[in-house]
T-cell receptor, first 117, second 115 residues
Framework: GDSVTQMEGPVTLSEEAFLTINCTYTATGYPSLFWYVQYPGEGLQLLLK?????DKGSNKGFEATYRKETTSFHLEKGSVQVSDSAVYFCALPQDPAGGTSYGKLTFGQGTILTVHP | DAGVIQSPRHEVTEMGQEVTLRCKPI?????LFWYRQTMMRGLELLIY????????DSGMPEDRFSAKMPNASFSTLKIQPSEPRDSAVYFCASSLASQGKDTQYFGPGTRLTVL
């Protein structure tokens, strides 16, 4: 079935450093792709998404480009802040064609990001 | 607007006891999901509902777990009897198909500890 693979963590950076968290996917079609973020003690929340190839999703200074050539959706931010410390999840729909898994997301294992002052 | 509401936020119980977790989805949402999160296994989908009907419960670990959605504004996840390996954070999430079913809104979670 469709799946996502995230880079191994955790990732530790100093404030204002450049961030990349890798995500690659396996899918039979061209599903929408998502990044969710989980701040300490909270539930996940949608950070950004891209619905088709070459789309770039962006939010709060984070960006990710849907690249079908490399089946990737890497998350980037040019200058991280301490407040970006969280767990980041890449995700895709299990069955975007509207079959029995319609509405179900598959999440990566999560990457812990810690940003130091 | 109120987000997804879960109760209790923390639950500590002893092995063998019944545990009931509660969720109120965002008003008008037609999908509801129950997840479990642990360090070892990450985020696991347990079951999800569409218009109050269970669609996929293949992630429910065993018969000790059951979930219901008696109406559009309330769902429960019950564990009976509970075991220490059930200790985890349980999340409820909801989504609206017409606004992008894949954009799920998560509650704050219930941290369950089974002693």
């Amino acid at each position: 079935g469709d799946s996502v693979t995230q880079m191994e963590g955790p990732v530790t950076l100093s404030e204002e450093a450049f961030l990349t968290i890798n995500c690659t996917y396996t899918a039979t079609g061209y599903p929408s792709l998502f990044w969710y973020v989980q701040y300490p003690g909270e539930g996940l929340q949608l950070l950004l998404k891209a619905t088709k190839a070459d789309d770039k999703g962006s939010n709060k200074g984070f960006e990710a480009t849907y690249r079908k050539e490399t089946t990737s959706f890497h998350l980037e931010k040019g200058s991280v802040q301490v407040s970006d410390s969280a767990v980041y999840f890449c995700a895709l729909p299990q069955d975007p064609a509207g079959g029995t898994s319609y509405g179900k997301l598959t999440f990566g294992q999560g990457t812990i990001l810690t940003v130091h002052p | 607007d109120a987000g997804v509401i879960q109760s209790p936020r923390h639950e500590v119980t002893e092995m063998g006891q019944e545990v009931t977790l509660r969720c109120k989805p965002i008003s008008g949402h037609d999908y509801l999901f129950w997840y479990r999160q642990t360090m070892m296994r990450g985020l696991e989908l347990l079951i999800y509902f569409n218009n109050n009907v269970p669609i996929d419960d293949s992630g429910m670990p065993e018969d000790r777990f059951s979930a219901k959605m008696p109406n559009a504004s309330f769902s429960t996840l019950k564990i009976q009897p509970s075991e220490p390996r059930d200790s985890a954070v349980y999340f409820c999430a909801s989504s609206l198909a017409s606004q992008g079913k894949d954009t799920q809104y998560f509650g704050p979670g219930t941290r369950l500890t089974v002693l």
